[in-house]
């Protein structure tokens, strides 16, 4: 690999600007799957268009793999649609919990970090997987609590899951540095822990300080501590794709590409 | 104390997110984030829950935001969020029942349009998201002419629209900061048709007698029926009246088929 492999998310406020071709410089787009299964309309169009110039990866936030009330068998078809539409060529999620029985939370919710959770989300990553028939990545997700019974650190719970299943992770920095000092942990055991074949993905973003705990809000810059934890990742794992998430008070598409190059950037002084 | 099961845990998180009842067992259970208080690290979840679902809602809704101003805004929000669950996988999805739940509300003794304002936004939404199809143009006309046992197809992308109320202007104003919607006369009936022509979206106010007679024909009423049902209300409608509406029906390409 000659280059770092870096990416944005697709956001609907940048739909103008890239619609009238201008030059990017980013190698390719994370496009969020619910934005695109109930649509024909203009999203869709843009997506598609899109797709005829960059790699696109699909990236999924109400799949709800832990959900113990099971993964919605009609969410799974409309993705499968949209997949076969897209090519993509990473189809994500996160491992969390977004919907309980018909209700849902359009949240990324915590898990316990259980033998019960493992069993559960490897028979559905499973049963997703072959009816894909594809292989997942799933993301570590931020959180504000923990469970007391969990019985599992977070690294060895995802490591666990990718051994059983097959998938791989998204292994989203931000977040880890989020629940790190959440939960008290260290971010760089975390990150030192997770074997390279393990990661099919790299996302970085913006959290929040509220005072009393870090809030993921994707809604600024990648901070100091979040890029130091990049650089001992890429240092080891150059091939692994980059992608900058940008949610709230999102910047102009200059902007966030020049963020997004920073990665670039850290990667060619180790590889380059 | 038993540990809670992946089952349960989930249960007591939903009672607590959505309906604000606290669930001592599953507060026990938890250990805080950073130095959040356990209420505190839940209610971080219940904040988030609303304002998601409250951004959603003045997404689609943005002219009732526009017109009721943030406090009610914000009040009429919670209310329909704590009363009607999200089924749909889909954010931008959610709200399908607002224009019904505005209905009930006592705002609509100050605002008698609200209701209908909102299925206004709903509907633009839908057509928005939904697929453009090419429809018949000039040659339509022409067979048109020669049969009246027609029976028009109208494509996906096309919605009519009525409401005592000129919602239409005041939802044209909704991005405008510096008016209020007491200034707007919005005392008159409006129809429209909403469609897309050319994968843009397009809003055409109708004439009474053109809503009429589309109303019928999208019935899938015969061509021939329906112009005398129209002619017959409305008298002074001349042949050229009618002629130059379908001339604009055909440009407009919303007929998707025509059957015999
Ligand atoms: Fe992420």
Redesign the interface.
Known sequence: MSDCFVGVGLRTVHYPHISSKPKIRIKWFEAVS??Y???????F?VLTSLRRDFPVALHGV?MSI????GV?QS?LAKLKELINHIDPFIVSDHLC???????????L?P??L?D??LS?VVNHIDFVQSYLGRHLLFENVS???????STYTEWDFLKEVVRRSGCKLLLDINNIYV?A???RFDGCEFIDAIPNDYIGQVHMAGFTD?G????DTHSKEVSDPVWNMYHRLIQRHPTVPVLLEWDEDIPSFEKLENEALKAATIWSSYHG | MD?????E???A??HM??QKDQEKKFIA????????S?E???G??QR??KA??TEALGETFESVWWVVGDPQFFELAEGYIYSH??????????GAEFPQFLEKNKLTQTYPFLSDLATFEWSFKEL?????TQGIDAEGLAQMAEDGSLIFRFKKAFHLFSSPYDVFTIWGQRKNKNKEHAHINWKEKTSLMIYKYQ?EMHIKKLKEYEYALLTLLYLGTPLAGALQRVSQEFHSLSPQNISDFFAFLFHARVIESIDK
Not at chain 2, 29 to 36: M, R
Not at chain 2, 85 to 94: G, R, T
């Open positions: 619910e934005n299964m109930d649509t024909k309309g203009r999203p169009e109400s832990g959900s113990a009330s919605s969410y919990w977004a919907h309980f029985g018909n209700v849902s939370y359009n949240d919710l898990l316990p259980t019960e959770t559960l959180s504000y609590l923990t469970f007391k019974h629940n000092s959440n939960h509220m009393t705990y870090y809030f | 540990n809670l099961s992946l089952k845990i989930q249960e998180f939903s997110i959505y259970s938890i250990e805080p984030g950073g130095t959040l356990r505190e690290a839940i971080v979840y988030a829950y998601r679902f669950a999200s089924h749909v996988y889909n954010l931008s999805s959610y928005f998201h939904t697929e453009d994968k």
